[in-house]
């Protein structure tokens, strides 16, 4: 068995050629996790061979549009171009409940009820939750909206920790203390440095203080690209790096 990480969609709320907005897929046994759903996740999916069609879990980090927008479609096209039976699960933030129910309001009461059995649960720091096989998902407040967390996929193989969209965090990093994988967010270079998101070097001092074993860095709006990424990071991280790329694959432990 392994736990694998393919980073799906690399970029921001920023339309680009080659960075699709926030996706990122775990595989582990029969559970296939989609994190995060923004625009352009369900072509990137299909282009990247991924078995969309069998995702068994949904896990958003928060509810800016570029990180859910694409999960009406995706709920439409399990009811509509697969023959879907098996259970879906929506994971999230407090208020995931809340903004489905929302959504079903606008896009139709289909979404709630699409053919298939759908759950919908908000997560609460604290109270992992089981995605099967021994997999467990937990949350951890970010500074980025009221709402945000960072995800940890807890399997026998290590552990992923996804920081979704967030500001330097001294206790996010004791949170993700010794994980295998640290998936951070690369926002903006210093120049523009803010409290809501990181920087190549803040994401760097992150999996630094957290001790991770690897960093790969994700989110990259258009300014950050004009920087060297990789080096402005090793500056304050001394592990291995990557900056990924749309349709990139990790093993994650061993
Ligand atoms: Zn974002
Ligand atoms: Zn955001």
């Known amino acids: 068995m392994s736990l694998a ?6 970029g921001t709320v920023a339309p680009s050629a080659a960075r699709t907005s926030p996706a990122h897929w775990v595989e582990r046994g029969d559970v296939r996790l989609l994190m995060d759903c923004g625009a352009g996740t369900l072509h990137r999916l299909a282009e990247f061979g991924l078995e969309w069609q069998r995702v068994s ?10 990180h859910f927008g694409e999960l009406p479609a995706l709920l439409f096209a399990l009811r509509h171009a697969t ?3 098996e259970p879906l699960v929506v994971l999230g933030p407090a208020g995931t409940v809340r903004l489905l129910r929302s959504l079903a309001d606008g896009f139709g009461s289909w979404m709630l009820d699409p053919g298939y059995s759908i759950a919908v649960l908000d997560l609460k720091p604290g109270e992992p939750f089981p995605l099967g096989g021994g997999v467990l998902l937990d949350v951890h407040p970010t500074p980025h909206t009221p709402e945000s967390v960072a995800l940890r996929v807890s399997a026998p193989e290590g552990r992923l920790v996804y ?4 500001g330097p965090s001294d206790e996010l990093a004791a949170w993700a203390a010794g994980c295998d994988l640290l998936l951070a967010e690369c926002s903006l270079p210093d120049a523009l440095a803010l ?3 990181l920087t190549p070097r803040r994401a760097g001092a992150l999996a630094q203080r957290a001790a991770a074993r690897r960093l790969v860095l994700t989110h990259f709006y258009p300014e950050v690209e004009t920087v060297n990424i ?3 990071a090793a500056a304050a991280y001394s ?3 990557a900056v990924a790329r749309d349709g990139d694959r990790f093993e994650v432990g061993k």
Not at 57 to 66: E, R
Not at 163 to 166: E, I, L, P, S
């Open 239 to 241: 592990g291995p790096i």
């Open 163 to 166: 920081t979704g969209d967030t």
């Open 83 to 85: 023959k879907r039976e």
């Open 230 to 232: 990789r080096a402005e």
């Open 57 to 66: 879990h949904v896990a958003l980090t928060h509810f800016h549009t570029d």
């Open 195 to 197: 409290d809501l998101h």
């Open 5 to 10: 990480l393919v980073t799906v969609g690399s």
